[in-house]
């Protein structure tokens, strides 16, 4: 037994039956996604009460559809001036990369104004609103997806925490002048 499976085990032996049950359901979830370390999310959605698979899937979600939907076969061509770039000459890498990196900043800024809860610039105005997870039934738990910002970038599905998107990668054949 590992490290991390025996601090799971411990930690479960001090568990209700119910939460016990509650928890080990929550982590067969984690890793059915694939969760990076299920354990931690679902011990932090018992200990803490937060909505941790919630949020995973919504973030996850986020990645897979305008983030990295951009690499998909034919997304680029569905902008014209994409397609005029890619007509032009343009390296499709490039702007796979390009397109990729401003969707993310989108999100995050979406999230960011979310996890705000109201309009900070606005005096006066009563108006806000609330990520609220839901049950089976669609009805809201009561329970805040907050701080979906502050995930967004460790939850990029390669693994890389977004890195391709702001480093200066070299590809076989360029040279990357001083």
Known sequence: MNDVEATWQLWLSGLTPSKRAA?????????????????????????ENRPQ??????LRSLWRGPIDGWSDPGALEQVAAARRLLEAGADREDLVLLTRAIAYE???AVMDELDCGGDVNVS????????METGEDGRPTGRP????HEDLLTLDPSGRGGAD???????PGWVVAP
Do not use: K, N
């Open 106 to 108: 989108a999100v995050f």
């Open 53 to 58: 698979l919630a949020r995973f899937v919504l």
């Open 23 to 47: 928890a080990e359901s929550l982590r067969t979830q984690f890793e059915a996604l694939g969760a990076p370390d299920a354990p931690a999310w679902a011990r932090s959605e018992i200990d």
């Open 165 to 171: 998107l702001w480093s200066e990668i070299t590809r």
């Open 145 to 148: 997806l907050l701080g979906l």
């Open 124 to 131: 006066g105005v009563h108006a806000g609103w609330s990520v």
